[in-house]
Antibody, heavy 119, light 108 residues
Framework: EVQLVESGGGLVQPGGSLRLSCAASGFTFSTYSLHWVRQAPGKGLEWVSF????????HYADSVQSRFTISRDNAKNSLYLQMNGLRDDDTAVYYC????????????WGQGILVTVSS | EIVLTQSPATLSLSPGERATLSCRAS??????LAWYQQKPGQAPRLLIY???NRATGIPVRFSGSGSGTDFTLTISSLEPEDFAVYYCQQRSNWPPLTFGGGTKVEIK
């Protein structure tokens, strides 16, 4: 069974930093691309970032470009999202998501982790 | 950026009725359109990919149709567990990957 478990969320002040982690199990992690997708409270889904299986291709949404950094450690079956310069509108549940087709299909989702940016 | 517009925003139906949800793209996404279901407090779940293909374990009452710019998700006979929010998503032209704003299917 595919499992994706996020951690590292919490309350942070505007301008602060946070690092999210996602621990994966139940599949061959090193062969799958991954995404972060977020959902602000009461709102819809927003794609945040993508990383290919070998980390050779990385993409970001314009809203997080230059502030967020996605990375992975295939030896540890883990995905990360370093978030710097956090703003109020970054408040959301962040999901770690497996790319089912290697690119843009979200076939398995973690349970999500809440990040709250507030003073 | 490809914009996806879902309609209606809310659909009020009774169990056993047929649900028809629409997703329109601002430009052609070919058949690279997926549908997701999200229940309160849960992560989204993949229902349909490439416009017409059911994901693993998805009941046959869920079906998808369309290509280009106009797509439909149909639930042939609503079960109590189907009342949820549904999102469409395109992967034809990215980044960015984009989602529609969602359709809430609520109990009438």
């Amino acid at each position: 069974e595919v499992q994706l478990v996020e951690s590292g969320g919490g309350l942070v002040q505007p301008g602060g930093s946070l690092r999210l982690s996602c621990a994966a199990s139940g599949f061959t992690f090193s062969t799958y691309s991954l995404h972060w997708v977020r959902q602000a409270p009461g709102k819809g889904l927003e794609w945040v970032s993508f990383i290919s299986s070998s980390s050779g291709t990385i993409h970001y949404a314009d809203s997080v470009q230059s502030r967020f950094t996605i990375s992975r450690d295939n030896a540890k079956n883990s995905l990360y999202l370093q978030m710097n310069g956090l703003r109020d509108d970054d408040t959301a549940v962040y999901y770690c998501v497996r790319a089912g087709d290697g690119t843009g299909l979200f076939d398995s989702w973690g349970q999500g982790i809440l990040v709250t940016v507030s003073s | 950026e490809i914009v996806l517009t879902q309609s209606p925003a809310t659909l009020s139906l009774s169990p056993g009725e047929r649900a028809t949800l629409s997703c329109r793209a601002s430009q052609s996404v070919r058949s690279y359109l997926a549908w997701y279901q999200q229940k309160p407090g849960q992560a989204p779940r993949l229902l349909i990919y490439d416009a017409t293909n059911r994901a693993t374990g998805i009941p046959v009452r869920f079906s998808g149709s369309g290509s280009g710019t106009d797509f439909t998700l149909t639930i042939s006979s609503l079960e109590p567990e189907d009342f949820a929010v549904y999102y469409c998503q395109q992967r034809s032209n990215w980044p960015p990957l984009t989602f529609g704003g969602g359709t809430k299917v609520e109990i009438k």
